[in-house]
């Protein structure tokens, strides 16, 4: 398949392209394609001719969203739209990597692909705005939601704890806040899957498992054998501009009755991890 990745160069794009390198890619980043940009994104997918595109690019910064939210809604809102409106062009299929901000944090138990939406932040909705688009234009996309990202390449929570443990003895973390961290590379390696096939439509897909902030930054020091005090705070008590959902575990629900495995448990693929940074 001839693959347009968009964001190629950022976490996880490097590991699609590891993922997917059996495959012609098309690489491109903001300075090669600017989705924002409506006509340039159409000719540019228009002239690649494409089998699929899949959409890595973001603005991911949350509390940045909640500073910039014009720029938020161009990149996660319009620009997807974009790419939509140039997949329709072309008659290709879409992927799109959205985020568990689209939920407000309220539930109790892991969330299904079709629960009640409800951002709470300028980044949930520009990334929902960005989902509207897909399925208002589109009839073959795959809309994947995911969480608490982190990899080899780019900024991360588990890069930040060790870090901050090279200086820090006591370090404290978010307990109120619940979720699966998701490995890259694993999260690249289920989409090199789910694009072999038609299932189109809308997936959750995390690794597997569930923690807190504070249970997660525990686990990160266990496994790198680092003696360091992780002291539990609120989320209101880490003052920060934009709001998170306290819980926002996602049941891999679709993708498990489409007939795929299960991603590995968050606590296999961090230890992973450790052992290639450390």
Not at 81 to 98: F, G, K, Y
Not at 122 to 132: A, D, F, M, N, V
Not at 211 to 230: H, L, P, T
Request: net charge negative.
């Amino acid at each position: 398949m001839k693959i347009l990745i968009t964001g190629s160069n950022g976490m996880l794009g490097h590991d699609l392209i590891k993922a997917l390198e059996n495959h012609e890619l098309i690489l491109t980043n903001s300075k090669t394609l600017d989705i924002t940009d409506e006509n340039h994104t159409i000719e540019f997918i228009c002239d690649a001719k494409p089998d699929i595109v899949i959409n890595s690019a973001a603005y991911t910064d949350v509390d940045g969203c909640e500073e910039n939210p014009d720029l938020a809604y161009a990149v996660n809102g319009r620009g997807v739209r974009n790419l939509a409106l140039a997949c329709r062009q072309v008659d290709c299929p879409l992927v799109h990597i959205s985020t568990d901000y689209v939920f407000d944090g309220s539930a109790a138990e892991p969330i299904v692909e079709d629960g009640e939406i409800g951002p709470i932040s300028i980044y949930g909705k520009s990334k929902l705005e960005g989902e509207l688009a897909i399925q208002e234009i589109l009839d073959k996309y795959f809309i994947i939601r995911t969480a608490w990202l982190y990899g080899i390449n780019g900024k991360n929570f588990p890069k930040t704890m060790l870090e901050l443990a090279k200086e820090h003895s006591e370090i404290t973390v978010v307990y109120d806040e619940v979720g699966t961290p998701t490995y890259t590379p694993d999260l690249a390696f289920g989409i090199s899957e789910l694009i072999e096939t038609d299932y189109y439509g809308i997936y959750h897909l995390t690794n597997s498992g569930s923690c807190s902030w504070c249970e997660f930054a525990r686990y990160i020091f266990e496994v790198a054998g680092k003696d360091i005090n992780v002291v539990p705070v609120t989320a209101s008590e880490f003052a920060r501009p934009a709001p998170r959902p306290s819980y926002s575990v996602l049941e891999n629900r679709n993708w498990v009755e489409k007939g795929f495995k299960p991603l590995r448990s968050y606590k296999e693929a961090i230890k992973e991890y450790i052992e290639l940074i450390i």
